[in-house]
């Protein structure tokens, strides 16, 4: 099964034409039988999305379709998050240290599409204390990018356009990039969905987990250190950075 708010027709799937966001969708959902065995419920506003957006599509859309799919027998949700969570990829926000953990949280930028999904995840986790057999596993997921090799490319579902992403080598000066750290935490396409049918695949185990799904190493030319240290300027002197700086992890994600 598939659900959108638009009709769609893709080979194998039943489409099923809804909005997390209505109520009477979600209700009509809830009756779904037999129940989904897993949902990956990847719905959502984008990072462009103004602050309203992200808490009525992304935080309240989530919360519908968790519980109309719980209360229709599923016990298994996959639930996209986002390496934005932590708030960072702007110089006024640089992260504390490097690389950031799974459990690190968002550190209170102005970025409403940050905030959104670090509501998204606190949200799974409420809705766990009461649903204990629950299995609910976040991904955060990292900028997606066309496979390589050729000039990578992100899918910006904000105006539905592929747009070329500058190579971090290309990124030493603040105006040639909007989020200086997207090729430092990103992953290729298929990377991506290899992640989510391992998802799938993996045995229900009860509770809340939280995953980073980023490539195996960045998409720069240049240390990560130096990277960073040219975007941040001064800043950068409050970064740890001192695991980029051990000898072969120079080109860890971040």
């Known amino acids: 099964f598939g659900l959108s708010r638009r009709p769609t027709s893709i080979d194998g799937v039943k489409s099923i034409e ?3 966001t209505s109520d009477s969708d979600m209700q009509r959902l809830a009756k779904q039988k037999p129940a989904f065995d897993v949902v990956v419920h990847l719905a959502g506003v ?17 919360e519908k379709i968790l519980e109309a799919a719980r209360k229709a027998g599923t016990e298994k949700f996959i639930v996209a998050s986002s390496v934005a969570v932590t708030g960072s990829c702007s110089p006024n926000h640089p992260p504390a240290s490097l690389p950031v953990g799974n459990d690190d949280g968002f550190v209170g930028s102005t970025w409403a599409y940050g905030l959104s999904k670090d509501m998204v995840e606190r949200t799974v986790k409420f809705l766990s204390v009461s649903n204990p057999n629950t299995d609910y596993l976040l991904v955060r997921i990292g900028g997606v990018v066309t496979d390589p090799p050729g000039p990578l490319k992100h899918l910006e579902t904000a105006i539905g356009e592929e747009v070329l992403i500058e190579a971090a080598e290309s990124s030493l000066e603040p105006k040639a990039a909007v989020f200086p750290e997207f090729p430092l935490c990103a992953i290729a396409l298929s990377d991506m969905m290899r992640c989510f049918s391992l998802a799938v695949e993996a045995p229900k185990k009860p509770g809340v987990r939280t995953i980073t799904a980023v490539g195996p190493s960045a998409f720069t030319k240049e240390p990560v250190a130096k990277v960073m240290w040219s975007w941040y300027g001064d800043r950068s ?3 740890d950075m001192s695991h980029h700086e051990i000898p072969g992890n120079e080109y860890d994600p971040i």
């Open 18 to 20: 809804a909005d997390i």
């Open 46 to 62: 984008a990072g462009w999305c103004s602050l309203p957006q992200g808490i009525a599509v992304n935080v309240g859309g989530t």
């Open 237 to 239: 002197k409050g970064i």
